[in-house]
């Protein structure tokens, strides 16, 4: 242990932040990978995993490793919040001067990390993986999330990166005004982008899984990315009051038309499919503007009710960390 007296013989602290869902079957694998990883790093390291209410032995298998490695913190969350509150509370605990965000799969490579450390000590804040490559991924996977990036790029007035995910290095005083945000949505990618700092990417290959199942499926993807839409901007809203507008525009002018056409030729009663096709439609848009609407009225009533993000079951930090300041205390620079 080193002394913390002796704080200008102290080695800056690096946390790596690892959300862990149902990982038994990687967990001891990836920590022994980047437990190597860390080891020739001229730092000190704090591992914080946090147990996002597992239902197998991942909760155990921490306390084991804990019990091996005095690098390791574990946060145990009182059941499973999902991956975005889970990675908060990380990022809540660590001490770090700097922290990174990895997942506990090994899609991340942690042999990635000292890059990713070198370029926050050029003096980046943001310092995040950018894959250039997706193996074992489908190809409608790989098309969806395509999309979702240039739309969101389109309709939202930040510029969320690319082929983008968690993996990446933060600065102390990012991490701080990450912490300043308490809204029940978050679409972290988004809010990475959002506090701005200096950012960068590194490039790397995402490799398939290495063991154990995905958590995302379709139906979770697809309200990700609602998830993302709506709390980054308004434009769907602004949309359907447009969408709104031209259908009142093309009614009104359908309206003369039909005057004009009954004074002229007089009315002999036909017109039913024009009818239903019109009465079809407007019901349409009418239900999808309300659909919209009612997505922003539940997220606000999400975020009025202004409750606790996620409750801990369990917090053991490690002995690496715990000689030094809380991370509150340290200077908002790097
Ligand atoms: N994860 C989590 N809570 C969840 C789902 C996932 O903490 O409810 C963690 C999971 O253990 C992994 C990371 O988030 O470390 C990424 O999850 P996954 O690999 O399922 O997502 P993908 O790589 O497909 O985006
Ligand atoms: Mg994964």
Redesign the pocket.
């Known amino acids: 242990m080193r002394a913390s007296i002796l704080n200008t013989d102290q080695r800056q602290l690096i946390s790596i932040v690892v959300p862990a869902f149902n990982e038994e079957a990687v967990l001891p694998h990836f920590h022994q990978k980047i437990s190597g990883v860390l080891s020739e790093q001229p730092f000190d390291f704090e591992i914080v995993y946090i147990n996002d209410g597992s239902s197998d032995n991942t909760l155990s298998i921490i306390k084991e490793l804990r019990q091996s490695d005095k690098q390791v913190t574990l946060i145990d969350l009182s059941r499973n919040f999902g991956k975005e509150i889970a990675l908060t509370a990380g990022l809540q605990k660590a001490a770090g001067d700097a922290v990174v965000v990895i997942?506990a799969?090994l899609?991340d490579p942690p042999e990635l990390i000292p890059e990713l450390i070198k370029e926050w000590q050029n003096g980046y804040d943001v310092v995040y993986a950018q894959r250039s490559h997706r193996k074992g991924e489908s190809l409608l996977k790989r098309t969806t999330a395509h999309f979702f990036y240039r739309i969101i790029q389109r309709i939202s007035k930040i510029t969320i990166p690319e082929d983008t995910g968690d993996f990446r290095i933060l600065s102390r005083r990012a991490v701080n005004a990450l912490n300043t945000f308490n809204e029940q949505h978050r679409f972290m990618k988004g809010l990475f982008a959002w506090i701005g700092y200096r950012q960068k990417a590194v490039q790397y290959q995402r490799d398939p899984?290495h063991s154990g199942e995905?958590k995302w499926n379709y139906w979770k993807l697809w309200n990700f990315a609602i998830d993302g839409i709506t709390s980054f901007t308004i434009a769907p809203l602004k949309i359907s009051t447009y969408l709104g507008l031209l259908t009142a525009a093309g009614a009104f002018g359908y309206g003369i038309y039909m005057v004009i056409e009954t004074l002229i030729y007089g009315n002999p009663v036909p017109g039913y499919p024009s009818l239903i096709v019109i009465i079809l439609i407007l019901g349409g848009v009418q239900l999808v503007a309300i659909g919209i609407l009612g997505e922003y009225l539940g997220r606000i009533f999400n975020e009025t009710k202004g409750r606790p993000l996620y409750f801990v079951n369990e917090y053991l930090p490690s002995s690496s960390a715990s000689s030094r300041q809380p991370a509150s205390h340290h200077s908002i620079e790097k």
């Open positions: 997942d799969d899609q899984r995905t």
